[in-house]
C-alpha cells in the first residue's frame, strides 16, 4: 500500500539551530513533492514544490531537498525562530497532469525554544 | 485576494439536521478540493473540482453532497451525519488540478456532529 511516512516524535530545537525533518514514501513515483505549515485549528500553509529532477530547492530560511532513488525528502529550517514552531506536512503529487490527488503525510511537529 | 474563506468557522448539529459548508475564493484558480481532518491525522481528499465539474469522489458517503456553484464558490452539504464525521472541514483550491501547483487552504470549519 501507499504511505508517506513523517516523524511521529516531535522535535524540540534551540532558537538559532537548524531543524531538519524527513519524509519517506513507498509505493509513489511522484513528480512533485510539496511542504505544508499547519498551525493548530488551521488550514495547511504552502511552503515550498520540488519537482523530481530537482535535487534542492531553497526559499529564505527553507531548504528542501528530494531523492527519488532514497524516495525520501528532507526539509531544513536554518536559524530557526519561535515562530517556526508548528506541524510540517509533506505531500506528494502524482504527476503534471489533471486528475491530481494530493496525498498528505501525518506531519511532523516542531518546537523551537527560545 | 490570495485567500479562500470557509464559512463558519465552527458548527454543531444534530444527526438529523441538513447543513452546508461554503467556501470561496477570487483567485481565479480553477481547481477546488474538500478535504477532511481528523486531530494528529493528515487531511483526506474527499473531492476534486476541475473546471466547476467533479473530477474525483475519493468513495466519500452519500450523506455528504458537494457543489460548485461557479467558479469562484464551493459548498459542501451534510445529511444525516454520524459523530464519527466531526472533524475539520478544509477546503483548498489551486491553479489547475496538477501536481506543480501549491494549494491554498482556508482556515477550515471545525464540525461537531452531536
Known amino acids: 500500500s501507499q504511505k508517506i511516512e513523517q516523524n511521529s516524535e516531535a522535535l524540540n530545537i534551540q532558537e538559532g539551530k537548524t531543524a531538519t525533518l524527513t519524509c519517506n514514501y513507498t509505493n509513489y513515483s511522484p513528480a512533485y513533492l510539496q511542504w505544508y505549515r499547519q498551525d493548530p485549528g488551521r488550514g495547511p500553509v504552502f511552503l515550498l514544490l520540488i519537482r523530481e529532477n530537482e535535487k534542492e530547492k531553497r526559499k529564505e530560511r527553507l531548504k528542501v531537498t528530494f531523492d527519488t532513488t532514497l524516495k525520501q525528502s528532507l526539509f531544513h529550517i536554518t536559524a530557526s525562530q519561535p515562530a517556526d514552531s508548528a506541524t510540517y506536512l509533506c505531500a506528494l503529487a502524482p504527476g503534471p497532469y489533471g486528475n491530481n490527488r494530493l496525498a498528505f503525510g501525518k506531519g511532523n511537529q516542531v518546537v523551537v525554544i527560545p | 485576494d490570495t485567500e479562500v474563506t470557509q464559512t463558519p468557522k465552527h458548527l454543531v448539529m444534530g444527526m438529523t439536521n441538513k447543513k452546508s459548508l461554503k467556501c470561496e475564493q477570487h483567485?481565479?484558480?480553477?481547481?477546488m478540493y474538500w478535504y477532511k481532518q481528523k486531530a494528529k491525522k493528515p487531511p483526506e481528499l474527499m473531492f476534486v473540482y476541475s473546471y466547476e465539474k467533479l473530477s474525483i469522489n475519493e468513495s466519500v458517503p452519500s450523506r455528504f453532497s458537494p457543489e460548485c456553484p461557479n467558479s469562484s464558490l464551493l459548498n459542501l452539504h451534510l445529511h444525516a451525519l454520524q459523530p464519527e464525521d466531526s472533524a475539520l472541514y478544509l477546503c483548498?483550491?489551486?491553479?489547475?488540478?496538477?501536481?506543480?501547483?501549491?494549494?491554498?487552504f482556508g482556515s477550515g470549519t471545525r464540525l461537531t456532529v452531536v
Open positions: 483548498a483550491s489551486s491553479h489547475q488540478n496538477r501536481g506543480n501547483y501549491g494549494y491554498t
Open positions: 483567485m481565479g484558480h480553477r481547481a
